[in-house]
């Protein structure tokens, strides 16, 4: 395995996707009305497109959409709680039933392999 160093790994990433998908991520209306810029796991001094005398970025994209949509959809929404306790058990009763509709299956095969 090659060893890279921090300056190849740089010039890697803006060669590739990952400059691009930020340069786009901060043109997008959402992420501009929320003063925010990049997906890393801090605040950057400057956005990669906008002009600088826009000031600094005040949070991670990242953060600006998770603080919108738990705000919109996370705990006290009913009707995200009522969909996933629905979606829960739902899944509950499709398990038991697969469970009982096996019973005869497993039944046979284990009778089969006494008998051998």
Known sequence: MKNSLPEDNY??????????????????????????????????????KRSIMDGNPEQTCTNAFLNVWISEYG???????????????TTLVLQLAV???SFPYATTLTITMIIK
Not at 26 to 41: L, P, R, T
Not at 75 to 89: D, E, L, R
């Open 99 to 101: 469970m009982v509709a």
């Open 75 to 89: 705990p006290g929404n009913k009707k995200i709680a009522m969909t996933v306790s629905i979606f829960i058990i």
């Open 11 to 48: 010039r890697s990433f803006l060669s590739k996707p990952g400059w691009l998908f930020n340069q786009k991520l901060e043109e997008q209306k959402f992420f501009k009305e929320q003063n925010c810029a990049s997906v890393c796991d801090y605040v950057p001094l400057f956005y990669i």
